[in-house]
């Protein structure tokens, strides 16, 4: 009895042994979770920027405005922060705006507060993140008394170029409807 207790617990021990580097094989191979600090390097720079806004989104009309401008981007913090300042000029004047992007090493996601000048105060943020040479953020905002989802996007990258897209959305994300896109080329 006491032989096959030994027995049994060699067995159980070599069994384990041969096992072990399987084990860590497995650990060794499982992907490191993707460090995004610096998504957003694309964005820094001095930018030409071409805006379409839509006047009155999710109304049904497509009415639409266009603005033409700079864009300036800046890293903060080795570029785990980011300032956008955005100036344009339109039919209706002068526009300025301003983005802070801040990284968040823990949950590996990127906030973008952004803030019009008219208003003076940072609106919700959005966030999210970058992958399969796209970035998405999500957020909530608030139309016209009505409580939408808001989507901004990153896309349709080139070494001197990319889009920025903001969609919204009435019917929790099933649908969407673009608002506001701006086309930037490197100066």
Known sequence: M????????????ATLAAALPAVTQAADAA????????D?????????????????????????????GTVTVRKVWDGRAQLEEIEADGPKGHWEGMTVFL??????QWSMNFANSSVGKFATPMIGSFANGRGELYGQDTLDGRAILVRAVW?????????YQESYSIDGGRTWEVAFTAHKTRK
């Open 155 to 163: 896309s349709e990258f080139t070494p001197t170029s990319h889009t």
């Open 103 to 108: 990284y968040d090493p823990e949950a590996r």
């Open 40 to 68: 957003f390097d694309f964005d820094i720079g001095v930018w030409t920027t071409h805006i379409t806004r839509r006047l009155h989104p999710l109304s049904g009309s497509n009415e639409t405005m266009e603005l033409t």
């Open 31 to 38: 992907p490191a979770a993707r460090d995004g600090a610096h």
């Open 2 to 13: 006491i032989f096959a207790k030994r027995l049994t617990a060699v067995a159980l021990a």
